[in-house]
């Protein structure tokens, strides 16, 4: 049986895993609002209104809007997001600022946007999309697994904060899901010399076809699961083989080893 509709705003619904999440809680009955910075009409049962995570202002309009259209927001995703990739040293302080705005501080200008009205209702969930590189540092993308990690940090106090007024914060770790995430990655302005052989391996073997090619449909219906819950708490996976294995050595290996079987893989 179904779950009783919920009004669930995700934001970057215009692509990939927001998309799927989008499709899958509209394709359940839910009232879901995707957002883009460019949103058009969508076919696939949802609506989208307009937001840009580095301009906290559209934030607070898009769910100004959902608010007038539906007066609550039971669940938000925050699942838009970016990638980055380039050596550390090949990568300016602005070039990881405006990720570390995007991925962090995007998320969490949404959280202020909504936490005074779920607050009010005592009733809400908020799901914080990371990715399974917030357990361990990626050879050439460290910016990135560092943003990760930063929300799971953040979602970890949110959610001792906001459980007193009937709020719950989770994390939803994916590993790797078909989507335009390579396409839209953050890049070196050059790459240099020393770095070059060992950068352009591991992004060879990044775009090879074993990598993003799982059906985001399954975060789409990870997140219906956790929607589901009484009680949602912590860290929820969206992963399988190697990537889950991964996660399981990084706890318990010496950290040299750890280290070695890491960049085995992008050798
Ligand atoms: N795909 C994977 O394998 C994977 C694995 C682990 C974690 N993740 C995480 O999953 C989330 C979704 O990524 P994806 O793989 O689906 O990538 P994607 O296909 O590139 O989609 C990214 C989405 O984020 C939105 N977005 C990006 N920057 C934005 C900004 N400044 N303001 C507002 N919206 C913005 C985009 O919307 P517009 O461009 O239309 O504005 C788009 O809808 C990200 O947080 C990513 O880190 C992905």
Redesign the pocket.
Known sequence: MRDAPKVVLV??????????VCTRLAAEGHLVY??????QAPSDGYRMVA?????GSTVGQAVAEVLAAEGRIDVVV??????IQGATEDLTAAQAASLLD??VL?AHRVCLAVLPHMRERHHGLIIN?????ANFGLPYRGF?SA??AALERYTETLAMEVRPFGIHAVTL?????????G??RIRPAAVSEPYRPGYQKAMEILGGSLH?S?D?DE?GRLVLRIMAKRNPVGVYYAAHGKQRLAVLLKKVLPAGLFQRLMMKEYR
């Open positions: 934001t970057g619904g215009s692509s990939g895993i927001g998309k799927a995707g957002t883009s910075r460019r949103p937001m840009d995570l580095n301009d925050n699942n838009a997001g970016l990638g995007t991925n995007g999309i990371t990715s399974l590189a990135y943003s990760k770790q994916p590993g790797e899901y078909r989507s335009n995430i396409d839209n993003y799982r985001p975060v």
